[in-house]
């Protein structure tokens, strides 16, 4: 706990707002950070951090949440597999209340029957698939690089005990090619980056050098308040010195070249492929699709998939959120048709979608 309240200290957290209030009148322009955790996003409503900066200081969600930025059509793959006989369906509880195409989500078919069962860990698939031999496991592998090599690691399990009734359906995205789509569009702009910790932990500070290379700057940082507002200020600091780099707030938990031995048992199983975004559109290279090795554990290549016409929700701004260009309160539908109880965009669904972030603390 001593070691947790270092962090969330009142009063170096205030000194902390002293010198960024300091930096930030040097600066004087206005000054965009992109937060691209979801994590990040719930922390900074949690302590209310976006009101104690300075009116030149603006903070803005990225893609960031995993749930989120999945596209509606895989939404709506994913509710086909789930509805076919004979299937246990295996999901992160997250996915179950992320609308797809006419609003429909992975809880409105298993109210009609499917068997649809949340996991907390790729493992349970493995008990799942030896305990129900006549059924086929199809799980929905989703997350960046943090969850991918877990699901890498079930895969291989699988292949090494010779399961035949097991696969994936793998929807996850790598962060840095979104980051990189994210600076060369030519409508959003962002000054600087508050890089994601949980996800760097796994890649490592080296594979944000894309960044200070372009002229931004970027920390990585953890998740309480001190480290969040020490990150303001390293960027801050980087603007008002000119000298863009990727700095490492969270050397508690990150280092430069991350963990090699994750990356290596993420890369024997999946392979990158474009994937789309939701908001972000088809991102090149951003997917991870699994090895003509595994192709035997690979949902997609494993079944037959009708065409699926696949529509966003009307009125949902939740892909204009994901690339910055909106805030939650700037959608029509924030608050009034789209709540916590009743979500109608996967920004509000999620415990790390912004929408969910700022309905619960602003």
């Known amino acids: 706990m001593k070691y947790i309240d270092e962090y969330r200290d009142a009063a170096l957290a205030k000194g902390l707002l002293k010198k960024i209030g300091k930096r930030a009148e040097q600066v004087k322009q206005p000054v965009t950070i992109m937060e691209v955790c979801g994590s990040h996003t719930q922390a900074i409503g949690r302590y209310g951090i976006r009101k104690l900066l300075p009116d030149n200081i603006r903070l803005i969600s990225g893609p960031g949440c995993p749930v989120c930025v999945t596209a509606v059509h895989d939404v709506d793959i994913a509710l086909?597999?789930?509805?076919?006989?004979?299937?246990?369906?295996?999901?992160?509880?997250?996915?179950?209340?992320?609308?797809?195409?006419?609003?429909?989500?992975?809880?409105?078919?298993?109210?009609?029957?499917?068997?649809?069962?949340?996991?907390?860990?790729?493992?349970?698939?493995?008990?799942?698939?030896e305990a129900n031999q006549e059924k086929e496991i199809i799980f929905l592998g989703i997350g960046f690089?943090?969850?991918?090599?877990?699901?890498?690691?079930?895969?291989?399990?699988?292949?090494?005990?010779?399961?035949?009734?097991?696969?994936?359906?793998?929807?996850?995205?790598?962060?840095?090619?979104?980051?990189?789509?994210?600076?060369?569009?030519?409508?959003?702009?962002?000054?600087?980056?508050?890089?994601?910790?949980?996800?760097?932990?796994?890649?490592?500070?080296?594979?944000?050098?894309?960044?200070?290379?372009?002229?931004?700057?970027?920390?990585?940082?953890?998740?309480?308040?001190?480290?969040?507002?020490?990150?303001?200020?390293l960027i801050l600091e980087q603007i008002g010195a000119q000298r863009p780099a990727v700095e490492i707030q969270y050397s508690r938990g990150v280092s430069p070249a991350g963990n090699p031995k994750a990356r290596a048992v993420m890369q024997a199983v999946f392979s990158p492929y474009d994937a789309e975004w939701r908001g972000l559109g088809t991102i090149p290279g951003s997917g991870l699709a699994l090895k003509d090795a595994y192709r035997t554990f690979d949902s997609l290549k494993r079944y037959s998939i009708p065409e699926i016409i696949s529509e966003?929700?009307?009125?949902?701004?939740?892909?204009?959120?994901?690339?910055?260009?909106?805030?939650?309160?700037?959608?029509?539908?924030?608050?009034?048709?789209?709540?916590?109880?009743?979500?109608?965009?996967?920004?509000?669904?999620?415990?790390e979608g912004s929408c969910a972030a700022y309905y619960k603390y602003q």
């Open 80 to 129: 086909f597999f789930a509805g076919q006989q004979h299937t246990i369906f295996a999901t992160f509880g997250d996915m179950l209340r992320v609308p797809g195409t006419n609003g429909n989500s992975l809880q409105h078919v298993r109210a009609s029957g499917a068997d649809i069962r949340v996991v907390s860990s790729p493992v349970d698939c493995i008990t799942l698939a």
């Open 145 to 233: 690089e943090t969850t991918a090599p877990t699901v890498a690691a079930m895969v291989m399990q699988a292949q090494r005990k010779g399961l035949r009734n097991i696969s994936v359906f793998s929807v996850h995205k790598t962060i840095p090619p979104a980051m990189q789509a994210l600076m060369s569009a030519p409508s959003i702009k962002i000054d600087g980056f508050l890089c994601p910790g949980h996800v760097s932990i796994i890649i490592g500070s080296d594979a944000y050098a894309f960044i200070p290379e372009a002229g931004k700057p970027a920390v990585i940082t953890g998740f309480e308040p001190v480290d969040i507002l020490e990150g303001i200020l």
């Open 312 to 351: 966003e929700i009307r009125g949902c701004s939740c892909g204009d959120i994901l690339r910055g260009a909106k805030t939650p309160d700037e959608c029509l539908l924030f608050k009034k048709a789209c709540t916590p109880v009743n979500p109608i965009g996967a920004c509000m669904v999620s415990s």
